[in-house]
Nanobody, 126 residues
Framework: EVQLVESGGGSVQSGGSLRLSCTAS????????AAWFRQAPGKERERVAG????????IYSPSVRGRFTVSCDDDKNTLYLQMNRLKPEDAGVYYC???????????????????WGRGTQVTVYS
């Protein structure tokens, strides 16, 4: 079973940047679909960015498109989320998730993941 561990969260001023990492153990990301989700206090979890790792095809929520970039380093078994021009509404706990059969749309649209990380906190202050 793949285990995912997120890191890189923190507190940053509005307009700043953070890079989140999600490292996998127990398997590589090869052939997987992966995605970042976030959840703010009192709100439902929402999708942020997704990636079909083999094809390197990414999708983004409209709220982050143009500011966030999702990528994967297969050699390091690590998924990244580069977040630029952060806004207070970007704050929350960020989770990574993978779908081992590569079904990105199932992961993206229905949150059907094979594995979930425990999350990393992002705080954006104005």
């Amino acid at each position: 079973e793949v285990q995912l561990v997120e890191s890189g969260g923190g507190s940053v001023q509005s307009g700043g940047s953070l890079r989140l990492s999600c490292t996998a153990s127990g398997s590589t990301f090869h052939g997987f679909a992966a995605a970042w989700f976030r959840q703010a206090p009192g709100k439902e979890r929402e999708r942020v960015a997704g990636l079909h790792i083999r094809d390197n095809e990414a999708i983004y929520s409209p709220s982050v498109r143009g500011r966030f970039t999702v990528s994967c380093d297969d050699d390091k078994n690590t998924l990244y989320l580069q977040m630029n021009r952060l806004k207070p509404e970007d704050a929350g706990v960020y989770y990574c998730a993978t779908e081992r059969r590569g079904y990105l749309l199932q992961l993206w649209q229905h949150s059907r993941a094979s594995s979930w990380g425990r999350g990393t906190q992002v705080t954006v202050y104005s």
